[in-house]
């Protein structure tokens, strides 16, 4: 099966987790010096300072007490009552978050602080979202992530199983698929803050027979976001598997978080109409 590059630029951009690093040369070592490798104890990932599993994990699980940390400086700003100064923190950090986050995603070499920065405004753009939210419908931030972990964890089962895979002609019906969606959500943006489109929800708060087509939209973007995982497990596995330098565990996070967040906030819109 050919392989298919992730669409998140925080592994395509990089030969790590493209398949496109060139794997070091071997040296010729004596007869002596194999006999020392052989006596030795086997050496972990932390021990050659090479990318694994673990590593990410850990990582991922950093970045998210700083956004959690900052998002709940945004949700109590926004909750139990909406204020002007839960909207600036919403604005600041979706423009923090989308400058940080574009910053990280085409850089070659990760940048703690710079990721960790991303995960700080995001935090606050997703805390303040989500008061906003909460106040309007009780309960909603809670079913939006287990919504969220539930569709994280089937996706790693499925994943860690074999029973999916990312392959090379999924992946570009997943991208011309980003893509159209990606030009409808500007375009409802435009309408909503123009308003040529009077709909709180935009577009997606037209109807067919009763039935909002936004959670029809919103149930098509979460099976993007759940591929967009899959494409995300196996640039990491590339990476540990191609013996990465450790330090781009924090690129493998980055790339998670970001799916994560998507994710999140699809299903709190899903939610939010549902119950509407």
Known sequence: MAEATSSNPAFSRNPVFNGKAVANQTPTISAEGLQDMYERPSATPTDTQRMSYDGVILKTAGMFVVLLATAAIGFLANFPVPTVLGLGLMIGGVIGGLVFGLVNAFKREPSVPLILLYAAFEGLAIGAISGFFEAQWSGIVLQAVLATLAVFGVTLALFASGKIRASKRATKVFLIALVGYGIFSLLNFVLM??????DPWGL????????????????FAVLLAAYSLVLDFDSI??????????????????????????????LLRIIAMFRN
Do not use: H, M
């Open 204 to 219: 997606r708060g037209a109807t067919i027979g009763g039935f909002p087509i936004g959670i029809i939209i919103g149930l």
């Open 193 to 198: 803050i123009t308003g040529v489109v009077t």
């Open 237 to 266: 596995q590339r990476g540990v598997k191609a013996g990465a330098p450790r330090k781009y565990e924090w690129s493998g996070a980055f790339g998670l978080v970001l799916t994560l967040v998507w994710l999140y906030l699809e």
